[in-house]
């Protein structure tokens, strides 16, 4: 008996001392996207989309929840957010080459249409960015025009 309340008090004094350890805010404002949007041109519908479910995970700008300030909660969420942009990240959309945005958007489609975007585990909290069938047909149309830009650096030279 008295293992487990040392055990226990060991890990609530780790607990408290985790809460200590800084992580990295991804705070650096939306106007980091605006090369993005000015290049792809989104409809308001499909921007306000693009803001409720992309963004937090795939820009340099996230909201974060209350939870975020909580350890463990805060490490696994730096580590989500950086693993999102790393596959793609919209503000630095005009850093990529031609051929490689024309990728992204064709990743963007099939994520979207297979439903493995936005993350179940993302819309689970977040349910506003859980998308209707109406906002995946506007999101998947937009990213089809938006590749026709790209479409020519994507064929062999």
Same mark, same amino acid.
């Given at each position: 008996?008295?293992?487990?309340?040392?055990f226990?008090?060991?890990?609530?004094?780790?607990?408290?001392v985790?809460?200590?350890?800084?992580?990295?805010?991804?705070?650096?404002?939306?106007?980091?996207?605006?090369p993005?949007?000015?290049?792809?041109?989104?409809t308001?519908?499909?921007?306000?989309?693009?803001?409720s479910?992309?963004?937090?995970c795939?820009?340099?700008?996230?909201?974060?929840?209350?939870?975020?300030?909580?350890?463990?909660?805060?490490?696994?969420?730096?580590?989500?957010i950086?693993?999102?942009?790393?596959?793609?990240?919209?503000?630095?959309? !005009?850093? &990529?080459?031609?051929?490689?945005?024309?990728? #992204? /958007? *064709?990743?963007l489609?099939? =994520?979207?249409?297979?439903e493995?975007?936005?993350l !179940?585990? &993302?819309?689970?909290?977040?349910?506003?960015a #859980? /998308? *209707?069938?109406?906002?995946t =047909?506007?999101?998947?149309?937009?990213a089809?025009?938006?590749?026709?830009?790209?479409?020519?650096?994507?064929l062999?030279?």
């Open positions: 008996m008295i293992w487990i309340k040392r226990l008090m060991l890990a609530l004094v780790a607990l408290i985790i809460q200590f350890i800084p992580v990295d805010k991804n705070e650096e404002g939306y106007e980091s996207l605006a993005f949007l000015q290049e792809t041109k989104p308001e519908e499909v921007a306000a989309i693009l803001k479910a992309c963004y937090d795939h820009s340099n700008q996230t909201t974060y929840p209350w939870y975020s300030n909580l350890a463990p909660a805060s490490f696994y969420l730096e580590d989500h950086k693993d999102g942009k790393r596959h793609l990240n919209f503000s630095e959309w !005009e850093q &990529y080459s031609a051929k490689r945005k024309d990728h #992204k /958007l *064709d990743e489609i099939e =994520e979207v249409e297979r493995g975007m936005p !179940e585990s &993302y819309t689970l909290i977040h349910t506003e #859980k /998308l *209707d069938a109406a906002q =047909e506007a999101l998947i149309n937009w089809k025009t938006a590749r026709i830009n790209y479409s020519g650096a994507a062999p030279q």
